[in-house]
């Protein structure tokens, strides 16, 4: 009987956003949550946001730029599942202290670092040569 009752839950669950705008509707509640909620995600918007610029203004090729746009949102989608991670471990386990819930919690943080370092690496390989250049260095 809970078999069949936890296939018609999944068997519905694509109800909840029945329609395209509601979905978008719900993502862009995660990004606001995301940014409201974040000092990560905050500090990673911005500065995403300023090497970006920094990438318009040393006039960088369009794939260079693609490749900045790509690292920045890799380390942004990380640090929202880094986010739902936590809630959900969270949820489950609520204020109590379990080992597993501290390996999930740090693991998620983890992969944010690997991705902002590895992004913060290739932005200076992107970035340091044509601004040397620019600043007859």
């Known amino acids: 009987m809970s078999q069949r009752r ?3 839950l999944r068997a519905g669950a694509w109800k909840v956003a029945g329609d395209l705008p509601a979905s978008f509707r719900y993502a862009a509640q995660g990004l606001a949550y995301g940014f409201a909620s974040q000092r990560n995600f905050r500090i990673h918007v911005f500065t995403g946001a300023l090497v970006f610029g920094l990438g318009l203004w040393l006039q960088l090729p369009t ?3 693609a490749v900045l746009v ?3 949102a890799a380390v942004l989608v990380l640090e929202l599942l880094n986010t739902a991670t936590e809630a959900v471990v969270d949820l489950a386990i609520g204020r109590q202290f379990h080992p597993l819930a501290r390996i999930a919690k740090d693991c998620a943080a983890a992969a944010v670092l690997v991705a902002a370092l590895s992004s913060l ?9 044509p601004l040397l250049s620019r600043l007859g260095l």
């Open 70 to 72: 790509l690292t920045v």
């Open 63 to 65: 794939a260079q730029l």
């Open 6 to 8: 936890g296939r018609r």
């Open 121 to 129: 690496m290739i932005a200076l390989l992107l970035l340091v040569p």
